[in-house]
């Protein structure tokens, strides 16, 4: 018979039993602790990146793990983008294909592991243990992994451990859809931002170049690409001069030979279709420098296309490592889209710039024309005064003399000589007054004041309008075509204001600093509506004309009742010498 244990062996197996249950309980309450905490972390709905890192630290404190790693699947491969490493999480780019390593194990199988860190080396020795259980949802699509590993030489993970982490991954399936859907309606928001940025870039009335570079920010913010760049064809090369990346330009200065095909810009010059690679250091078209420099691996290139299908430039995305989904052909078509709006803006670009230079050439005409209108009024009142004047005076002493040869019985006749020698003596006056008008000498000889203040008081002599000159003398001349605007423009509102103001005074002030100058010309007339009346007079579009060609500015401020004031402003060239007088004051004046 076997003798029974003693009542104090009995109660030192109970002590011991009651240890163990002690230590298991203590074991399973912070086990339960770091499950709740887990699932409060599941059940916080942080997005994808502070999801993932937060599981991966209480999964290390949970299994005991060395390192936990939470991937997600992108480009038909595992991506990693953080681990959970010698207690501390710290970012990686690491990216395992179908069949790599155990992440593309769990991968190819969609079923959980337990074994070595190698699954081709299960059933051998190992140091390590490896745990490994996929994130599926009830369709069956992978969603994740997780990865665990212990440190060498310590107890491996076991199959409780394994039941645990498959209960914590079902836990975490809604919580990685929810995290893929928000990712998703952000890049929707992000892109969606960038296509009305972009639409307010095409309205802008930029110029090409900067054109293609919003095109480029807002085509990679729409399609999440991280680089780019955009060229311009200028025949014979297509032409790029910046390179866009981490959310800057650097410069890039490159021409694409299309006859070569060189690159993707000259293929898609020459086929005019978009060109996708997925594989871009590999690719036969490949830019050396993007693959060095930038570490481009995906490209999209799409050329700019007007409506008669001609290649106005082109545009490409790149992206450079893992965690960038690769471009599709849906992109294309995407970027193609914005690459016609963007043609469309190219196209009003040109034409707006060969409107400006069509209204250059016919400024510079109307200011030839206006220039050549001056020299022939200055010639044809040289020839009146000079020809005319000295034929009119010539017949004038001809009939004198003709007048004292007339015999004194023909007192008729003398009167009738005397009558045309009257005639000649008018003639002479109206054909200088008509020379002095077509082009006052005085202009020419002493300068805008003089010409002014002459004029000034001649038309207040014949109009009785009274007028107030206010000006600063000048120390030296101004430029001749400055003189003539201003002189005629003086002419012409004078002539309005008499015409149409029904004024009863007018102020006229011309003042001069060295490098502008000002002319202002007020009445206290009827005065009108600039807008409705838009500028229509012949008058007044003279006189912008004239201030336009002078690079000068030219405001009319008016209203109903309250008069009216031209104010023009026209650069002046830089000289040496001022043109105002040091010390003077201004001198005012006023026609009486």
Request: proline letters at 6%.
């Amino acid at each position: 018979m076997s003798e029974s244990p003693s009542p104090s062996a009995k109660l030192e197996s109970l002590s011991r039993e009651n240890a163990r249950l002690k230590r298991e309980n203590q074991i399973l309450s912070g086990q339960l602790a770091q499950f709740q905490e887990v699932a409060r972390v599941i059940v916080d709905e942080p997005d994808r990146l502070a999801l993932t890192g937060w599981l991966a630290e209480h999964l290390a404190r949970l299994l005991k793990a060395e390192r936990v790693m939470i991937g997600i699947p992108l480009d038909q491969a595992i991506v990693f983008e953080q681990m959970f490493y010698l207690d501390r999480l710290q970012p990686v780019d690491l990216r395992f294909r179908a069949g790599e390593g155990l992440a593309g194990w769990v991968m190819v199988h969609k079923r959980p592991y337990l074994g070595p860190p190698d699954p081709t080396a299960a059933g051998q020795g190992f140091d390590r243990s490896a745990l490994a259980v996929p994130v599926l949802n009830h369709q069956g699509h992978l969603l994740g992994l997780i990865e665990c590993h212990k440190t060498p030489n310590s107890l491996p993970f076991n199959q409780s451990e394994l039941d645990l982490l498959q209960i914590i991954a079902r836990q975490l399936t809604p919580s990685l859809e929810r995290a893929h859907l928000f990712d998703q309606m952000q890049r929707w928001i992000t892109s969606f931002e960038s296509l009305l940025m972009f639409s307010a870039s095409l309205n802008g009335r930029l110029e090409p170049g900067v054109l293609i570079r919003r095109l480029v920010e807002n085509a990679a913010g729409f399609l999440g690409a991280e680089a780019g760049l955009a060229g311009l064809n200028l025949p014979p090369d297509l032409v790029t001069d910046a390179y866009w990346g981490s959310g800057g330009w650097q410069d890039f200065n490159v021409c694409w030979l299309p006859q070569e095909e060189s690159g993707t810009p000259g293929w898609v010059l020459v086929n005019q279709c978009p060109y996708l690679t997925n594989d871009y250091p590999n690719d036969p078209l490949a830019n050396p420098s993007f693959v060095a420099d930038f570490r481009v691996k995906n490209a999209l290139c799409v050329p700019i296309m007007d409506a008669r299908e001609r290649v106005l430039g082109f545009v490409e995305l790149h992206n450079k490592g893992a965690g960038q989904e690769p471009f599709t052909w849906s992109d294309a078509h995407f970027l193609e889209a914005l690459t016609n709006s963007t043609a469309i803006a190219l196209h009003n670009a040109h034409l707006v710039d060969e409107l400006k230079t069509q209204q250059g050439r016919l400024q510079a005409l109307a200011a030839q024309h206006l220039s050549l209108l001056e020299d022939e009024r200055r010639r044809i009142a040289r020839e009146l005064h000079d020809e005319a004047g000295q034929v009119l005076i010539g017949i004038k002493l001809g009939l004198q003399v003709l007048g004292r040869r007339i015999p004194p019985e023909l007192p008729g006749l003398r009167e009738e000589i005397d009558r045309l020698r009257q005639q000649v003596n008018e003639s002479t006056t109206q054909l200088k007054e008509i020379a002095r008008t077509l082009r006052p000498p005085i202009l020419d000889e002493l300068g805008l004041e003089m010409a002014l203040n002459q004029y000034l008081a001649e038309f207040q002599n014949r109009t009785g309008l009274p007028l107030h000159f206010e000006t600063a003398r000048l120390k030296s001349r101004l430029p001749q075509p400055v003189e003539t605007a201003c002189y005629r423009i003086v002419q012409e509102a004078l002539t309005n204001i008499l015409r149409h103001a029904a004024a009863e005074q007018v102020w006229i002030t011309l003042a001069v600093d060295v490098e502008q100058l000002y002319l202002s010309i007020r009445d206290d007339g009827c005065g009108f509506d600039p807008v409705q009346s838009n500028g229509a007079g012949l008058g007044l579009l003279g006189m912008q004309e004239r201030v336009a060609m002078l690079n000068g500015t030219f405001r009319i401020d008016s209203a109903p009742g309250a008069g009216a004031t031209i104010r023009v402003h026209i650069p002046l060239p830089l000289k040496n010498e001022p043109f105002l007088a040091g010390e003077t004051p201004a001198a005012k004046q006023t026609t009486r």
